[in-house]
């Protein structure tokens, strides 16, 4: 590793001395500013030549040139090869989050559609995370509305099941999902398990590209069915053959066999979308669109070869046999050997491409400059807002961040205080925080309001986070004092405080604000820009809270009364079960009755009591 810093007084990188020390192997090149903050991370086959074009007398963009004025160091890594570099430079640049290079917000693992194998009668569900149930993995989905889509149409022609083991062998009686014909009752003998797997079988082929062949033997059973009087079968299978031929009729452009993953790009004002379109097995499982953030001035071709190896290294993604690109990718060599490596099998990086591949890649890119074009309209009339509320408030400059508190419970059950955070481009939901509330009296939300601020605003004046220009306070007078206090306890200044409170009415437009520092309220218009990014903001933390309690509520209703006992562990609790019967049956038992368990002690057993009867 070679490193060349500033020295003390100088006032520029010295990039002739630099050049000189380095090598001409391939690697990769980390960028500092001269406080030693992160600014670039990049990698290169040949670090000389590439480093010595940052520093050439022309030809550099306005952006590259203001990263070159802010750097003070430069440290390189020598590799044995391109490929190695690029994985490096991969994992540097997820580890340390450089300002420059091109960053995606989304990395979430993607949903899967999962059917079981080991059971009589297997189950279809939707599935994130890792691998480990014994069954097989459908997809990936870009989001789990096109799982739930999917499924959908599974459940009314194939009719599988996707109810839990757990409901499944309990059931004494057919369930809700039978009496509208999206299930057909395994659980109470409904159906034989010849009939079921053939079932399974079809969704099976269905999820697999086999729709055509899944037609031909539904028509052979049909006709089978037919001649044998079997009408109500007959007209069971004529409709899954319908369902199927309109599935394909709305779906025309898929077709084509494959693995293929489609990026179209489209760039426009200094931003850039691109657009994937998912296809497993010749279908379209959907698609997404992501806006890279990126400062350099990159070229739609750079930035597809940024950003996919942003996309698919070192995550949880599924690459596919085929990556087909709106741009040509200098790199393309470089990416396929890395992706090889993750994957264990060749991947095709492709762009001159005529087909269905060619129509493919041309909706990628129609849907990317469509996104592109309507991401910058909202953001504009989000900046618009911005501007109308610096203007409602009287303030200097327009603000730049918001943060809205909320509280939610049911009559002080599972209290749960979220925090939202909004910029000029919108939600930062990767600032975004929900608050347990513990120890306080049930439904005092003046206490849960204090508890959550404090831990937030903790962790901010610890350097956790940037603290916002203005607070917003889901609540009135009451809510907001509680928030001046306790950010006064914290010594938290210079972060404006405003209470939004439900008018007489309590409809939309007619929200009171408080503002703290002016010791005033302020009513806006209905149709105020302002007070709609108010509402806004206050209604997606309203939103998040109420999403973050009924999960915490659900989650304890689940929960057996035993698990929160100490000393009762997994064991003893199965011990109890199996010993008298059910939860009920333990409610039930006397002192004397839990002592005579095996591995209870009677002290024990007194705090098993105590526990249950809220003693």
């Given at each position: 590793m070679a490193e060349i810093k500033v020295p003390e007084g100088a006032s520029s990188f010295d990039s002739k001395r630099f050049l000189q020390t380095v090598t001409r192997q391939p690697g990769v090149y980390q960028m500092f500013d001269a406080d030693g903050r992160i600014l670039y991370v990049g990698k290169a086959k040949n670090l000389r030549n590439r480093l010595s074009s940052y520093f050439r007398a022309s030809g550099l963009t306005v952006k590259t040139m203001a990263l070159v004025q802010r750097i003070a160091s430069i440290e390189v890594t020598v590799t044995r090869s391109e490929t190695e570099a690029l994985v490096l430079e991969q994992s540097l640049i997820k580890s340390q989050h450089p300002p420059y290079n091109v960053m995606l917000k989304d990395d979430k693992g993607y949903p899967y559609i999962f059917l079981s194998s080991r059971d009589t009668y297997p189950r279809i569900a939707l599935h994130r995370g890792a691998k480990r149930k014994k069954g097989q993995y459908f997809g990936p989905y870009p989001n789990?509305?096109?799982?739930?889509?999917?499924?959908?149409?599974?459940?009314?022609?194939?009719?599988?099941?996707?109810?839990?083991?757990?409901?499944?062998?309990?059931?004494?009686?057919?369930?809700?999902?039978?009496?509208?014909?999206?299930?057909?009752?395994?659980?109470?003998?409904?159906?034989?398990?010849?009939?079921?797997?053939?079932?399974?079988?079809?969704?099976?082929?269905?999820?697999?590209?086999?729709?055509?062949?899944?037609?031909?033997?539904?028509?052979?059973?049909?006709?089978?069915?037919?001649?044998?009087?079997?009408?109500?079968?007959?007209?069971?299978?004529?409709?899954?053959?319908?369902?199927?031929?309109?599935?394909?009729?709305?779906?025309?452009?898929?077709?084509?066999?494959?693995?293929?993953?489609?990026?179209?790009?489209?760039?426009?004002?200094?931003?850039?979308?691109?657009?994937?379109?998912?296809?497993?097995?010749?279908?379209?499982?959907?698609?997404?669109?992501?806006?890279?953030?990126?400062?350099?001035?990159?070229?739609?071709?750079?930035?597809?070869?940024?950003?996919?190896?942003?996309?698919?290294?070192?995550?949880?993604?599924?690459?596919?046999?085929?990556?087909?690109?709106?741009?040509?990718?200098?790199?393309?060599?470089?990416?396929?050997?890395?992706?090889?490596?993750?994957?264990?099998?060749?991947?095709?990086?492709?762009?001159?491409?005529?087909?269905?591949?060619?129509?493919?890649?041309?909706?990628?890119?129609?849907?990317?400059?469509?996104?592109?074009?309507?991401?910058?309209?909202?953001?504009?009339?989000?900046?618009?807002?911005?501007?109308?509320?610096?203007?409602?408030?009287?303030?200097?400059?327009?603000?730049?961040?918001?943060?809205?508190?909320?509280?939610?419970?049911?009559?002080?059950?599972?209290?749960?205080?979220?925090?939202?955070?909004?910029?000029?481009?919108?939600?930062?939901?990767?600032?975004?925080?929900?608050?347990?509330?513990?120890?306080?009296?049930?439904?005092d939300d003046y206490a849960a309001m204090a508890q959550a601020l404090k831990r937030r605003y903790t962790r901010l004046a610890s350097g956790e986070g940037k603290f916002p220009n203005i607070l917003l306070i889901d609540g009135g007078k009451g809510q907001v004092r509680q928030a001046v206090e306790t950010l006064d306890e914290l010594g938290v200044v210079g972060v404006q405080i405003i209470g939004v409170a439900k008018g007489t009415t309590r409809k939309a437009g007619f929200e009171t604000l408080h503002i703290v520092s002016e010791q005033r309220e302020l009513v806006l218009s209905a149709d105020s820009p302002a007070l709609h990014l108010i509402q806004q903001v206050r209604d997606e933390a309203h939103r998040f809270a109420i999403t973050g309690h009924r999960q915490r509520r659900d989650k304890k209703r689940r929960e057996s009364p035993l698990e929160g006992i100490p000393g009762v562990g997994p064991a003893r609790r199965r011990a109890l079960l199996r010993h008298f019967g059910g939860l009920q049956e333990i409610k039930r038992a006397s002192v004397e009755d839990l002592a005579s368990v095996d591995g209870v002690s009677r002290k024990l057993a007194q705090d098993i009591y105590s526990a249950l009867h809220n003693h």
């Open positions: 789990a509305h096109s799982v739930r889509d999917s499924l959908n149409f599974l459940q009314k022609t194939f009719r599988i099941r996707t109810c839990e083991d757990s409901v499944f062998r309990n059931r004494s009686r057919p369930c809700l999902q039978y009496q509208i014909e999206r299930c057909t009752a395994p659980c109470v003998g409904y159906i034989s398990e010849e009939d079921y797997g053939a079932d399974v079988r079809h969704a099976e082929m269905f999820l697999g590209g086999k729709s055509d062949s899944i037609m031909r033997e539904l028509a052979d059973e049909m006709d089978k069915a037919s001649r044998a009087l079997e009408f109500e079968k007959a007209a069971r299978l004529r409709d899954q053959i319908g369902a199927l031929r309109q599935l394909q009729a709305d779906q025309v452009a898929e077709r084509g066999r494959g693995d293929v993953d489609v990026l179209g790009i489209a760039s426009q004002g200094g931003a850039s979308c691109v657009h994937i379109l998912f296809i497993r097995q010749g279908r379209i499982l959907g698609s997404r669109s992501y806006f890279p953030d990126e400062r350099l001035g990159l070229t739609p071709s750079e930035l597809l070869s940024a950003f996919i190896p942003q996309f698919y290294i070192g995550s949880q993604r599924e690459v596919p046999r085929e990556i087909l690109t709106s741009e040509s990718i200098e790199d393309a060599d470089t990416l396929q050997d890395a992706l090889k490596q993750q994957s264990g099998r060749d991947v095709s990086i492709l762009h001159k491409l005529r087909g269905n591949r060619a129509t493919w890649v041309t909706m990628a890119q129609e849907a990317a400059s469509q996104n592109l074009t309507s991401r910058t309209a909202a953001q504009q009339k989000l900046q618009g807002r911005f501007e109308s509320l610096q203007d409602a408030l009287n303030l200097e400059q327009v603000p730049e961040r918001l943060e809205c508190f909320d509280i939610s419970h049911s009559a002080g059950e599972a209290t749960v205080a979220s925090c939202v955070v909004f910029d000029t481009g919108g939600p930062v939901k990767s600032d975004y925080r929900r608050f347990n509330i513990e120890n306080i009296t049930p439904g």
